[in-house]
């Protein structure tokens, strides 16, 4: 198991930016493909983006792509996911997810999760 802890969340307007991150303990960091899920009010989780263990492949939900990037830092056992020009339907809890070796963009796939952290987009 990994342990996961997210950061970096709050109240932002529309079209600023926020980081996410999320720092991982436990396990070996490089061992674990990461990923980014989002959950607003009354809907699923859904996938927003997710990285390879050496960051060399990302990938993103239609939704996300251009104003969001994913990135990690191994040293220090940590994945990032930096958001621009967000919109109020951005607004959800924010979660980071681990798996073993290989990349997905499903829920389900993902057996470590952080507690989350909620993002507000003001419009």
């Known amino acids: 198991q990994v342990q996961l802890v997210e950061s970096g969340g709050g109240l932002v307007q529309a079209g600023g930016s926020l980081r996410l991150s999320c720092a991982a303990s436990?396990?070996?960091?490089?061992?674990?493909?990461m990923g980014w899920f989002r959950q607003a009010p009354g809907k699923e989780r859904e996938f927003a983006a997710t990285?390879?263990?050496?960051?060399?492949?990302?990938y993103y939900a239609d939704s996300v792509k251009g104003r969001f990037t994913i990135s990690r830092d191994n040293a220090k056992n940590t994945v990032y996911l930096q958001m621009n020009s967000l919109k109020p339907e951005d607004t959800a809890i924010y979660y980071c997810?681990?798996?073993?070796?290989?990349?997905?963009?499903?829920?389900?796939?993902?057996?470590?999760w952080g507690q989350g952290t909620q993002v507000t987009v003001s419009s």
């Open positions: 990285i390879s263990m050496r960051g060399f492949t990302t």
């Open positions: 997810a681990a798996r073993r070796m290989v990349v997905a963009t499903l829920a389900h796939e993902y057996d470590n």
């Open positions: 436990g396990r070996t960091f490089s061992n674990y493909a």
